[in-house]
């Protein structure tokens, strides 16, 4: 691609990749442009160990408002069909690589986010937002529904009653609003939003990596199964992880029943010395 594209950055700093959406101008709406970055942001920095939790944030004022209602939807659709599709590719494709993602990721919501937004909020597993940041499903005060996955964001995380309201009123909601109506984990004030998402990333990053991929994949998996299948999945999985690191799993077995060094039900086991 020739352009240039600074739609989408990142920064790697003590284990942490910060991506950001950099449109502010533009209320880091999504384009086109901005879609097709981030899918490569996300490929090149997938297998990377120079970090291990990635946190989903945007430049200025706003963390996303949605769909670019110029780029995204009326030039495309001017094209034809052919570029609609790729452009709804593109976009589902990169929240679709980011729900499946290696590495944990938290959405740091510091400002706007409306409709499209949802997708990546969604596919985010964990979810921080500012008691400014401001959220509404839109797309009712624009003329269409909330599409591209947005209303099955919301009756996946809200209470039914509260996903109606707020697909059908397109009323603002500030972030500890969403945190009560659940789609967010929990809001704090702006000013500490930042240290608030440093210090849950530096939770995860002290886990097994192995088992923080295996244990996000498998919450949203069995989301959608029966108890029995839902058990079994979760055999296969464990031993699917162990193939990939038994040795963890052993140490922090070793370090509590050996070693007497930590307690699993009060933190994690020293992973630096799973070799040891
Ligand atoms: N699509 C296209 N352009 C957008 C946009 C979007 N979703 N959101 C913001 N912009 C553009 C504006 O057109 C404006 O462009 P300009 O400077 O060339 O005129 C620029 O971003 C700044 O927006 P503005 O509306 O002036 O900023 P604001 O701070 O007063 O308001 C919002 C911020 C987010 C409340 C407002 O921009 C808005 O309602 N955006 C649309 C949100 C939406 O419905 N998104 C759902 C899409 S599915």
Known sequence: ????????????????????????????????TLNRRMGEILDELEFRDDFGVLVLKGEGA??????????????????????TRQAQRDSYGWWRRLRWYQKPTIAMVNGWCFGGGYGPLYSCDLAIAADEARFALSEINWGILP?????????????????MYHAMTGELIDGQKAAAWRLVNESVPLAQLEDRVTA??????????????????????????????AEDFLVRAQEAANSFDNDGRKEGIRQFIDEKSYRPGLGAYDKTRVHA
């Not at 594209?5 to 942490?16: K, Q, S, V």
């Not at 949605?66 to 009326?74: A, I, N, Q, S, W």
Request: hydrophobic share 40%; with cysteine.
């Open 1 to 32: 691609m020739s352009e240039t594209n600074d739609t989408a950055i990142y920064r790697i700093e003590d284990g942490i990749a910060w991506v950001s959406f950099n449109r502010p101008e533009k209320r880091n709406c999504m384009s086109p």
């Open 62 to 83: 706003a963390w996303s408002a949605g769909m670019d209602l110029k780029e995204y939807f009326r030039e495309t659709e001017a094209k034809g069909l052919g570029a």
């Open 147 to 163: 599409g591209g996955g947005a209303t099955k964001v919301v009756v996946d995380l809200m209470p039914l009653r509260d996903a």
């Open 200 to 229: 849950l990333a530096r939770v995860l990053l002290e886990k097994n990596p192995v088992a923080l991929k295996a244990t996000k994949d498998a919450i949203r998996r069995v989301k959608e199964m029966t108890y029995d299948n």
